[in-house]
């Protein structure tokens, strides 16, 4: 893999993935919450992977990492805010602190969200030889223990009734799954193998969200991983076939349209048996696609038309997008930093 630093000029654009996570809650849009609980990776992490102090190893403690909002690195994976900033911005919340934390007040909000973090638990990836491909153990079963343990200060005794009018937001989760899978030498028809454990998963921490009073619960599907900079770097070939209209590999995208035909079919399952329940699918594939397509729309030039895609599992990139027309198909390619 290329090793490079960023340019001066280069920087991370915002995670305009809110926009989907949004409208999926167009049906909540006048629910006042108590809170926000977030779950997840990178994409939503707001600081557990450095409540004991930032390592310098990793390229998201250094600048440019948050000098367009906070001015200065906090740990997350974006120049600026997450995902769950702008929903907690817009219920009148404030930030949610990492649930790590030991000094935080998590009666308006926490998030278990961790960078790295996957669906399934360690066994899981010796099974398949992919231990040395999961660098940090945060998995979903781990997040909902961190939830458990800070509710007793949150609600005590009355936990249904204070979670039954909180927003909770479970994932993306998925993407590490597949990551470890795809950098440990699977190929994507052996990895979709194991996509319906990988959902069933998802499906039963929900579960148990909704069997601790859980009401309004969103689950962002995964990723077009096959427009991502890292999987057009290392698995770029000279056959136009492999490549969509938009220059992104059709067989990795297919990995994460398979995944989430899987995690909608799961979601209405669950709405169907918790008919009491706000159980929402978001799109985020589609929102991030659209990107791909028209980032001017977002406000975003087409030489960086790759938003974060800085925490695969393993590998944190510091990205410095390059726009070259290969093969005529407009590709970008991203050097990254290993952490």
């Not at 399934?120 to 079963?141: T, V």
């Not at 991983?225 to 938009?246: E, K, N, V």
């Not at 990107?291 to 975003?300: L, N």
Request: hydrophobic share 40%; net charge positive.
């Amino acid at each position: 893999m290329a090793r490079s630093s960023s340019p001066p000029t280069a920087r991370l654009p915002l995670p305009l993935l809110v926009l989907l996570c949004l409208s999926s809650l167009s049906m909540a849009a006048a629910q006042k919450y108590n809170a926000v609980y977030s779950f997840g990776d990178s994409i939503t992490d707001t600081g557990n992977l450095c409540t004991n102090g930032r390592p310098s190893a990793i390229t998201f403690t250094q600048p440019p990492y948050g000098e367009t909002y906070f001015g200065s690195p906090t740990c997350r994976c974006s120049d600026g805010r997450v995902i769950v900033d702008f929903l907690s911005t817009k219920y009148g919340l404030p930030f949610l602190p990492p649930s790590k934390s030991t000094s935080a007040d998590f009666k308006k909000g926490a998030n278990m969200a961790i960078t790295g973090a996957t669906a399934m638990d360690a066994p899981f990836f010796r099974s398949l030889g992919l231990s040395d491909k999961i660098w940090n153990n945060g998995p979903i079963s781990f997040q909902l223990q961190w939830f458990q343990t800070i509710t007793s200060s949150v609600c005590g005794s009355s936990c249904k009734s204070y979670l039954a009018n909180s927003l909770f937001i479970f994932g993306e989760f998925g993407g590490n799954d597949y990551n470890a899978m795809l950098f440990g030498n699977y190929n994507t028809d052996q990895a979709s193998t194991y996509a319906p454990q990988i959902v069933d998963t998802i499906g039963a921490g929900v579960e148990k969200l909704v069997a601790m009073g859980a009401v309004d619960v969103v689950v962002p599907g995964v990723l077009p991983i096959g427009c991502f900079p890292i999987y057009l770097t290392i698995y770029g070939t000279s056959s136009a076939a492999d490549y969509d209209s938009l220059g992104c590999l059709k067989k990795f995208n297919d990995l994460s349209t398979y995944h989430n035909s899987l995690l909608q079919a799961k979601v209405s399952a669950l709405q169907a048996k918790y008919k009491s329940a706000r159980i929402m699918y978001a799109d985020f594939y589609a929102g991030v696609y659209d990107m791909v397509r028209s980032p001017s729309k977002y406000g975003t030039s087409s030489e960086l038309a790759v938003l974060h895609w800085c925490t695969t599992v393993g590998i944190s990139c510091r990205c410095a997008a390059l726009a070259r027309a290969g093969a005529g198909r407009g590709n970008v390619i991203v050097s990254c930093a290993q952490s």
